[in-house]
């Protein structure tokens, strides 16, 4: 396993990172939940991700009863606060009283003083910026949190988050968690430039297209123990499914095999090419794709293979 920097922050973190949405506390059972996760430590991976709203606090709690079999200055590990947790007016968003909130139970959940990251989940436009940074910034200092982050805040966004810290002298966002994969490629035009010029690393989720990139769904089918067969977590991947993304899929197979890889370690290599990135996230439910995902860390794709994957992507 190889690790980069988190954007300009002196903190390393896996090239591969273990996530917890639509998997631990749902549609996994915690024993293999537990099983996966030690896998992935074994591994090298030293990233995990959650949030409080996955599964309300169980996707937190899976994942951190698992960690406390290591040392906890060994890994990194994440939550965030914005989505409904709950039906009162201040349950959501990005508020003061939302955040710190939620943060404290957060912790409670997962038996710890302090996590090492903590999102913003989504922008909030009912809440000033400078109320939400002042807030983490409180608890940073107060030892809860170590580095702030934001996931899917546009370019302009994030622009407003930095100003906005230099002039109040507040701790800066030195993370950002958008979708990235071989079919999303949206955050290439503006997000990047913007975060390679404030110091922001992006550790990206879904970059397997939510089990796309897989391989698993050849001609459509859907197999029935796959997340499309599931219809309590299949609603981001069913619309995917077409037949210009499968001809697309079946192209990128090729050039995978071509290389001597998996096409899930093509995918990953992919997204890893991109020196902004300082992470992808997967989402495995079970031990075997932890093991072969990770072998995606330090491949490097040949220029050639690259143009060819472009085309693939671009013309199809």
């Given amino acids: 396993m190889q690790y980069r920097r988190l954007g300009r922050s002196g903190l390393k973190i896996s090239e591969i990172s273990l996530g917890s949405w639509l998997?631990?506390?749902?549609s996994v059972e915690d024993n293999t939940a537990e099983?996966?996760?030690?896998?992935?430590y074994e591994a090298g991976i030293n990233s995990f991700d959650s949030a409080n709203v996955y599964e309300?606090?169980?996707?937190?709690?899976?994942?951190?009863?698992?960690?406390?079999a290591y040392p906890?200055?060994?890994?990194?590990?994440s939550t965030k606060a914005f989505f409904p947790m709950g039906e009162g007016p201040?349950?959501?968003?990005?508020?003061?009283?939302?955040?710190?909130?939620?943060?404290?139970?957060?912790?409670?959940?997962?038996?710890?003083?302090?996590?090492?990251?903590?999102?913003?989940?989504?922008?909030?436009?009912?809440?000033?910026?400078?109320?939400?940074?002042?807030a983490i910034d409180d608890l940073?200092?107060?030892?809860?949190?170590?580095?702030?982050?934001v996931s899917e805040w546009s370019a302009a966004q994030l622009e407003e988050a930095v100003s906005i810290a230099y002039r109040k002298l507040l701790d800066r966002i030195v993370v950002n968690q958008p979708q990235y994969n071989m079919f999303n490629r949206t955050i290439e035009k503006e997000i990047i430039p913007v975060s390679e010029k404030h110091g922001i690393g992006q550790v990206v989720f879904?970059?397997?297209?939510?089990?796309?990139?897989?391989?698993?769904?050849?001609g459509g089918q859907v197999p029935s123990d796959s997340r499309a067969a599931n219809d309590d977590i299949n609603r981001?991947?069913?619309?995917?499914?077409?037949?210009?993304?499968?001809?697309?899929?079946?192209?990128l197979e090729d050039v995978a095999k071509e290389l001597g890889v998996s096409l899930p370690e093509l995918a990953l290599a992919w997204v890893l090419r991109q020196p902004n990135v300082s992470s992808a996230l997967i989402g495995a439910s079970r031990p075997e794709q932890v093991e072969m995902n990770v072998k995606a860390s330090g491949l490097v794709i040949p220029d050639a293979l690259e143009e060819t994957i472009d085309t693939i992507l671009t013309e199809g």
Wanted: with cysteine; glycine share 8%.
């Fill in 236 to 251: 981001f991947i069913t619309g995917m499914l077409n037949e210009d993304v499968m001809k697309k899929v079946a192209k």
């Fill in 56 to 68: 309300q606090g169980q996707g937190e709690r899976v994942m951190a009863e698992a960690l406390k």
């Fill in 72 to 77: 906890r200055d060994s890994y990194v590990i």
């Fill in 35 to 40: 099983r996966t996760i030690h896998t992935a």
């Fill in 23 to 26: 998997t631990y506390g749902k």
């Fill in 206 to 218: 879904s970059p397997l297209a939510q089990g796309v990139l897989t391989g698993k769904y050849k």
């Fill in 140 to 149: 940073i200092r107060q030892g809860k949190i170590l580095y702030a982050g």
């Fill in 90 to 134: 201040n349950n959501s968003g990005l508020s003061r009283k939302h955040i710190t909130e939620q943060l404290n139970s957060s912790l409670k959940r997962m038996k710890l003083d302090y996590v090492d990251l903590f999102y913003c989940h989504r922008h909030d436009p009912d809440t000033p910026v400078d109320e939400t940074l002042k």
